[in-house]
């Protein structure tokens, strides 16, 4: 994964506010350039709840998963932060971590291996070419802006599509995983930017999903400052 965020990884920092705002973020800006995290204090933990279903056996299981997210000061600059994350599915505990925290939020990054491991898996593709044509179709995206409802209140928000495979020249290999549509919104108005991350794989006959993955920022705490 250290490996993932240093291929990504872009230095220049872009912010979504003020001026910036005027014009359409690219999914480069979004993932890679926005400082999201560098304004929360130090224990503050986000919440997100997972939920995937597939519709037959065969493509795996259906499960339901809380992810969370501890941003604390960085051991060698108490001004920097990073991130480990927490996966919990019933009495399974799993930890993926620690990353800098500069730029974008860790956690999308951390579901775009996921997704670069599923399709691998069932489609006995590279892992390698998938995450390629996946970066591919970010940094060539164009986000529009959308309105969300978070505590209670409206907020503006970003809105990015993409279908990575729809195109690619070996889709055949890719069977009906070649059709799968992802939908991220990102917000500065909820702590850590990343509000939903949308997956869907229809079926060959549209009449619904094949599978389906749904990541929602649930809540946001931050711990009191040891005295």
Known sequence: MRRLLARLAVVAS????????????????????????????????????????????????????KMEMKIEAAPEDAAKRVADVDIFRGSQHREAGPFPVALGNPLALVLLEREAKEIAQLTKGSPFYIRNRMKEALMNGTAEDIRISYAGKDVPAWKLDIAPFATDPHKEQLLEIANRRYSFVFSEAVPGGLYEVKVVTPKADKSGAMIETVVTLSGSTTAAPAP
């Open 14 to 65: 872009v912010s979504l506010s003020g001026a910036a705002a005027l014009a359409a973020p690219t999914g480069a800006a979004l993932f890679f350039e926005t400082p999201f995290l560098a304004a929360l204090p130090a224990g503050t933990t986000l919440s997100y709840s997972y939920r995937h279903t597939t519709s037959d056996p065969s493509l795996g299981e259906s499960f339901d998963e």
